[in-house]
Each structure stands twice: as structure tokens, then as C-alpha cells.
């Protein structure tokens, strides 16, 4: 009997005895592991790093889109007379790291709540970015284990990781250990930390859409450019995804990660702007009337009807636009030569992708061929915007900021340029601008976009604060959810109208409302983007 409890005995006290080692060994591990990370252990010092901070990604204005927080860093050399001290101000998330980087012995870093001198411990007041919140962040993207994933984080990954550490240096004696009397060396390299990627998005600007569009739509886009050089003012996503619950994003049925401001969408009647310029361009009569019956009979005995079917009888180009009379568009179509028709489109940036910054490409978007063309039928479809034609938001704003600034286009631009170290400021490139239609050609197009807003199909856009023009689609996408037809709503224009300044596009999927539903938006943005006078 005895020797059975002894036994017992003495195997808990071995068990105890490797639960305590294997404990001690996890510790003394942790502790080498992230000693390393963050002390370089040379032959005479420790230098151990305050902070290493990534470069910035700046708005039009120069201000940081990253929000920056201030946090309280003490660079700590261990010892028992100041363990009990800053075990206080310690957040209480970061205590269990703290006494395991304690005992280790070796200088190291931790954040604190607030200031307090004691021998060994030296606090600092560090800016650090926040990135519980990231504007615009499908262009901006996110970052993972220190590496841009998507994004301006990661077309510049290599740039912004660049930065130059801040660091604090001790001496060490003989054996190893810090030289308690002497003062540690400081040197503080975060002035070599303002450079950076600066993008033409305005903070501002970004809020403002972000919050109207959020509002309103579940899933689609909101792209805001300047005229007349096309640059992104505000560009949103939706629905976007959120840096606290990454995974939750990954599993989501909605593609919370696809950026739709780049992405290829059915485009409905939008292109009738570029439909009319052709017509306009190869000498048209603009007073033309049209005798519109709802529908149109091709020679395989289908019609192509106006949406919903409705009659708009007698109507000139100007109304054919503005009402959005997709009969008239089909008949016209047959007076316009197939290839003049697609080399404009092409001109005007559509079947091309766009490159906003290395490694971040927009979709292309999709034009018929010649030899779709042939075809009557698929000509017309053409014509107002159906048939094969998609397209990207980021397109569109190519064409309205055409319209806007009297025929000569301009690709759509997000990053501005580049930062250096050294405080030096280098453009990024883009191309150059080229005329494609002719001045009186947009004034016409303006005319009826300004049409469209007052009586048209734009007329829910219409307001008594901005003088605004638009184009609405409602683009049939060809497919069926639980037995509906998904159709996409669209919205396209500038303001103010006699001296444009800003374009704005707004896309909403699974939508057929066109103006009604995207017109308010267009309206609200609108509004309050016209508060900001410079």
C-alpha cells in the first residue's frame, strides 16, 4: 500500500516536473522568437526597434487616407525594481506578452497607457496607422502579415514597405547585459517616413459618396471624376468588406472583394450617347423627326420595343435620347457604317482595359465584332446599348468627362505620383489626351443630357441646388434569379452644366428602375460634393 502511494507521488511530481519544463521551454522560445524580431544582438549593443512604420498612401490634398492614431511605446530594459510599475500601465490585452518578454532579459518594446519615469523604461509618443476603417479599399486594398493583398498596397508593396525603422541603442558590457548607467542612443528616422504613393481620390470627396451610396445601395458602384483630366475623385464598391472580419468577407455569396468600379457590366442606354455622336458626326439632321410606336418588326419576326413598350410618337434625336426611345436608335442604326461605329467606341475607351497602377488592370469590358455587326438585328441591339456591349463603370466615366470637356478624351486617372525619400515628387505616367469627337458634336450630346434631367428619364436627378445633365439605362443582363429577370440600373453625368466640373456614375445591380432608383443619388452626391468651392 505504501509503496503504491509512493509511487503516485512520485509520478505526479514527474509529471509536474515536464508540464513546468515544456512550459518554460514555450516561454523561453516566445521569448527568442519575437527578441529577434525586434532586437538586433551585435557584439557591443542592442538596437531595438520604437517603431516600423509603412509609407503612406496620401489624397489629392496631401492628407493620409490611412487615419493615424497616437500610442505610447516604452522601450523597456528589464529589471526587478520596475516590473511592478509598468505592469500597471499595461493594457491588460498585452500583459501575458509583457511578462513573457520580461523574463527573457533582453531590451524590448511594449505599448502602455500612459507616461511615467523610471530607470530602464523609456516612453514615446508614436503616430501609427489605423486600419480598422480604410476608405476607398478595394482601390486602397489591405494588407496581410505586413504585404499589400490587393490594391494600391499591393501595386506598391515593395515602395511602401521601404520604411526606415526608429530605433533605441544600448550598450552592453562583457556578458551580454545592458549597461544600466549609460544613456541609450535615440534615433528617431520617421521624418524619412512621409513619402509615399499619393492618388488624386479626395478624402472629402471619398466620405461624402461613401456614405450617400451606402444608403441606397446594396450592391453596385459610385465613381466621382474631375474634369476635364478625368481623375478619380471617389471611387466605391459595394458591398465592401471589413478589415476586423476579413474571413467573414471571404465566405460572402455577395463578392464582397470584386471591385465594380473596374469590373464589366451590361450597359444599356448610355451608349446611345455614343450612338448619337456617330450620327451627329456623319451629318445627320438632329431635327429629324421620328415617328415612334413602341416597337419595331425585324425580318425574323421578332420586335425590339421600347422599355416597357411604351409609345413615344413623334420625337427628334434630342427626345429620342432624353426619353430614351430605343426604336428609333434600331432604325437609325441601319443608316450607320458598322466599322466607323466600332472604331469610335474603341476611341472612346470601350473593349479596352485600363491600368490604374501596376498590377491593378480594369476589366476590358466587351464590344461585337465587325461581323456581328452585319446583322441588322444585332446592329440595332447595338445601338442602344444591348446585345453583346458591356462595360465598366471606370468607361463610362471616360465618355461623360468626354462630353464634359468638348471632345477630347481623357483616360481615367487614380494615382497621381510617387513620393521619394528624399522629398521629391515624380508624376505617374498616363497617356496622353486625344480628340475624338468635335466640339459642337458634345454640345449637342450635353443639350440632350441637360434634356433628359428636366423632362426625361433623368428627371429624378433633377435639382434646385446644381444645374445637372444625365444618362439613365436600365441594362438587361439576360439572366433570371427565382424566376425574375436581373436587370442592372444606371445613371451617368456632370455638373454643374455650363461649366462642368465634376462627373458622376452610379451603377446599381439587380435593379430596373434606371433613373428612379439611381437619379436621387445622383442628386444627393451631387449636392453636397457642390458645398466644396476649391
Not at 162 to 187: C, H, L, M, W
Not at 406 to 413: A, F, M, N
Request: charged share 25%.
Amino acid at each position: 500500500m505504501i509503496n503504491h502511494i509512493f509511487k503516485r507521488v512520485i509520478f505526479v511530481v514527474i509529471v509536474k516536473f515536464l508540464v513546468l519544463f515544456l512550459l518554460m521551454f514555450a516561454i523561453f522560445r516566445i521569448s527568442t522568437n519575437e527578441h529577434l524580431e525586434e532586437v538586433s544582438n551585435e557584439k557591443n549593443f542592442y538596437k531595438v526597434k520604437i517603431k516600423s512604420e509603412r509609407g503612406s498612401i496620401y489624397d489629392c490634398r496631401g492628407f493620409p487616407l490611412i487615419d493615424s492614431k497616437k500610442k505610447l511605446i516604452a522601450a523597456i530594459v528589464p529589471s526587478e525594481c520596475n516590473f511592478v510599475k509598468l505592469l500597471s500601465i499595461i493594457p491588460e490585452s498585452k500583459r501575458k506578452q509583457f511578462i513573457v518578454k520580461f523574463y527573457s532579459k533582453f531590451p524590448f518594446t511594449m505599448e502602455v497607457t500612459k507616461k511615467i519615469k523610471e530607470k530602464g523604461v523609456k516612453i514615446f509618443e508614436i503616430l501609427k496607422q489605423s486600419f480598422n476603417y480604410i476608405p476607398a479599399c478595394h482601390t486602397i486594398g489591405y494588407l496581410k502579415e505586413g504585404h499589400g493583398v490587393c490594391g494600391i498596397e499591393k501595386s506598391f508593396d515593395s515602395l511602401l514597405r521601404s520604411a526606415n525603422d526608429t530605433e533605441i541603442i544600448y550598450q552592453k558590457d562583457a556578458s551580454g547585459r545592458v549597461i544600466s548607467n549609460k544613456n541609450p542612443e535615440f534615433y528617431d528616422k520617421s521624418y524619412y517616413n512621409s513619402y509615399g504613393v499619393q492618388l488624386h481620390i479626395d478624402k472629402r470627396i471619398q466620405k461624402i459618396v461613401e456614405e450617400i451610396s451606402k444608403k441606397y445601395i446594396s450592391k453596385g458602384a459610385v465613381l466621382v471624376t474631375e474634369v476635364p483630366n478625368c481623375e478619380i475623385r471617389a471611387s466605391v464598391s459595394l458591398p465592401d468588406f471589413s478589415l476586423s472580419d476579413i474571413d467573414k468577407s471571404l465566405k460572402s455569396k455577395n463578392s464582397d472583394f470584386l471591385n465594380r468600379v473596374n469590373s464589366s457590366y451590361n450597359l444599356g442606354s448610355i451608349f446611345k450617347l455614343v450612338t448619337s455622336a456617330c450620327l451627329i458626326e456623319s451629318g445627320m439632321n438632329i431635327s429629324k423627326v421620328y415617328d415612334c410606336k413602341g416597337a419595331i418588326n425585324f425580318k425574323d419576326k421578332t420586335k425590339i420595343r421600347c422599355f416597357n413598350g411604351v409609345s413615344h410618337g413623334k420625337i427628334d434625336l434630342e427626345h429620342a435620347v432624353s426619353l430614351s426611345c430605343n426604336t428609333m436608335f434600331a432604325d437609325l442604326s441601319k443608316k450607320i457604317d458598322p466599322k466607323n461605329f466600332l472604331n469610335l467606341a474603341k476611341n472612346l475607351g470601350f473593349g479596352k482595359n485600363l491600368e490604374l497602377s501596376p498590377r491593378m488592370i480594369s476589366d476590358s469590358g466587351n464590344l461585337p465584332n465587325l461581323e456581328d455587326l452585319k446583322d441588322e438585328k444585332k446592329m440595332a441591339m447595338f445601338s442602344f446599348g444591348q446585345g453583346r456591349l458591356m462595360a465598366t463603370p471606370l468607361q463610362v466615366a471616360g465618355l461623360i468627362n468626354l462630353i464634359s470637356c468638348g471632345g477630347v478624351y481623357h483616360e481615367p486617372k487614380l494615382v497621381k505620383g510617387i513620393i521619394n525619400k528624399d522629398g521629391s515628387f515624380e508624376n505617374y505616367h498616363f497617356n496622353l489626351p486625344k480628340r475624338v469627337l468635335k466640339f459642337k458634336t458634345t454640345e449637342y450630346l450635353k443639350k440632350f443630357m441637360r434634356t433628359s434631367i428636366i423632362s426625361g428619364t433623368g428627371k429624378y436627378a433633377n435639382s434646385s441646388i446644381i444645374s445637372s445633365a444625365a444618362k439613365t439605362s436600365t441594362a438587361e443582363t439576360g439572366m433570371f434569379e427565382n424566376g425574375e429577370r436581373i436587370n442592372h440600373s444606371w445613371i451617368a453625368g456632370f455638373f454643374p452644366f455650363e461649366n462642368p466640373r465634376y462627373c458622376i456614375v452610379i451603377l446599381v445591380e439587380n435593379s430596373d428602375q434606371g433613373g428612379k432608383v439611381c437619379g436621387p443619388i445622383f442628386k444627393e452626391i451631387g449636392e453636397q460634393i457642390s458645398k466644396f468651392s476649391n
